[in-house]
């Protein structure tokens, strides 16, 4: 079981915006900002898509953005493009001894 | 521009110890606030941070596996090495190394290899 939780699944049709959730404790998600967010595609490595809850590293389109509200992070996709759909993961810095945490992953399909 | 591979068996026993090896270039393991750490994800299952080792030796591992792992790099070869002991059939996973710095994401990542424990 992954220290932070995810919706297993989330779908959306080309341009629609969608969100996906990612809940942790006041030990990580809480506690700190930093919140990342990595999209993977199938057989590929993750890349990240957001860090420090709502920074987007460059070259990742303005599409994706990232927010924080107590214990809840989403990572927010507008204008959805066939390309959107992966495997989704939050990630956030720990106080435990784990030091790092992910969420159980998210697919996006777009229909 | 930063790159990372694995490299390593894709087979092992279960009992035996896996060794994997990161390689890489575009940056250094003595520049300060510099890590690479290690991921692995089991065929169709979530992301789980295994180790992480610093610029200046400072080594982190997961709890639940810290009595199994050891971390190492080599500066002068730009590699990072990661055993794992007592291999069993649930590590079957994709491992990953990814670069890092101190309160910074992995964000770049090796393409990962695939190792398969099995008698």
């Known amino acids: 079981q992954s220290a932070l939780t995810q919706p297993a699944s989330v779908s959306g049709s080309p341009g629609q915006s969608i969100t996906i959730s990612c809940t942790g404790t006041?030990?990580?998600?809480?506690?700190?900002?930093?919140v990342s967010w990595y999209q993977q595609h199938p057989g590929k490595a993750p890349k990240l898509m957001i860090y420090?809850?709502?920074n987007r590293p460059s070259g990742v389109s303005n599409r994706f953005s990232g927010s924080k509200s107590g214990n809840t992070a989403s990572l927010t996709i507008s204008g959805l493009q066939a390309e959107d759909e992966a495997d989704y993961y939050c990630s956030s810095y720990t106080s435990s001894s784990t030091l790092e945490v992910f969420g159980g992953g998210t697919k996006l399909t777009v229909l | 521009q930063i790159t990372l591979k694995e490299s390593g068996p894709t087979l092992v026993k279960p009992t035996q110890t896996l060794t994997l090896t990161c390689t890489f270039s575009?940056?250094?393991?003595?520049?300060?606030?510099?890590?690479v750490g290690w991921i692995r994800q089991p065929p169709g299952k979530a992301l789980e941070w295994l180790a992480l080792?610093?610029?200046?030796?400072?080594?982190r591992y997961s709890p639940s596996l810290k009595s199994r792992l050891t971390i190492t790099k080599d500066t002068s070869k730009n590699q990072v090495v990661l055993t794992m002991t007592n291999m069993d059939p649930v590590d079957t996973a994709t491992y990953y190394c990814?670069?890092?710095?101190?309160?910074?994401?992995?964000?770049?990542w090796g393409q990962g290899t695939l190792v398969t424990v099995s008698s």
């Open positions: 006041s030990s990580d998600v809480g506690g700190y900002n930093y």
């Open positions: 990814a670069h890092r710095r101190i309160a910074a994401p992995f964000d770049y």
């Open positions: 575009g940056f250094s393991l003595s520049t300060s606030g510099v890590g």
């Open positions: 080792i610093y610029w200046n030796d400072d080594k």
């Open positions: 420090d809850v709502s």
